[in-house]
């Protein structure tokens, strides 16, 4: 099968409420275009430099999110485009994005990257260091983003009852800060979860949004 019937029947399957990102790092525009002209609109990208390379020279009604680690001082290269970022993990990260969203006279979508798998290696907050943020008074100040909800990346692992239970935390947690922190808010709604190893698992448990990449675009050779 080719990407573009390989994403359309993936869409097929996906319950029509859920979102798909189709993760396209690391692979050729031509790609993207073959997926892009089945109709699909949302791709998603983790390296700054190859993400701004892709924006200029794909169609400007794509829809990128960014979902890997950001540096601060990189913000500025995909403020004035990029419409939601997944990963956001702390309070000075926020602060930059709604800096640099407003220098582009726009809106940003954000995710709460919370950390919820066993290494250590992988990003992301810890409960606490989430409570902060979201406690904040400062964040009421920042007109130029939207929190969107939480992403994270489960344990990479083949123990089903692992994911099982790291997605069943999130979605614990994200259902309780809708309800206690932001009941007043229609933005908080998303819940970004499930890759192409694990999206079964995440989508019984809640996900609003699946991360797919090498089940739509194949393996990735680095
Ligand atoms: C690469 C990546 C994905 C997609 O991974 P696949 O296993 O190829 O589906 C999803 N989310 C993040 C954050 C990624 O870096």
């Known amino acids: ?24 790092k690391t692979k050729p525009e031509e790609e993207i275009l073959q ?3 089945t109709g699909h609109k949302i791709f998603g ?6 993400l701004r390379a892709k924006y200029e020279s794909l169609p400007k009604d794509i829809e990128w999110h ?37 220098k582009a006279k726009r809106e940003i979508q954000v995710l709460l990257q919370m950390h919820i798998a066993k290494e250590q290696t992988k990003f992301g907050l810890s ?41 069943d935390y999130i979605k614990n947690l994200f259902d309780e800060l809708k309800e206690n922190h932001f009941s007043e808010s229609d933005d908080f709604a998303e819940l970004s979860i ?10 019984q448990k809640g996900a609003s949004i699946v991360r797919i990449g090498s089940k739509i675009f194949g393996e990735r050779n680095y």
């Open 194 to 203: 499930g890759m192409s190893n694990d999206y079964e698992i995440a989508l």
């Open 127 to 167: 409960e606490t260091e989430l409570y902060e943020i979201i406690e904040s008074p400062e964040i009421e100040e920042f007109k130029n983003l939207k929190i969107c909800g939480l992403m994270a990346m489960a344990t990479f692992t083949d123990n089903k009852e692992q994911i099982e239970s790291e997605f």
């Open 45 to 50: 990208e983790n390296k700054v430099q190859e």
């Open 35 to 37: 997926a892009y002209h």
């Open 66 to 102: 960014y979902i890997g680690h950001l540096q601060r001082n990189k913000v500025k290269y995909i403020a004035p485009f990029v419409s939601m970022i997944h990963a956001v993990d702390s309070m000075r990260l926020l602060r930059k994005i709604n800096n640099e969203a407003k």
């Open 1 to 24: 099968m080719n990407t573009a019937e390989k994403i359309t029947d993936f869409k097929k399957a996906l319950p029509k409420n859920v979102k798909l990102v189709a993760v396209s």
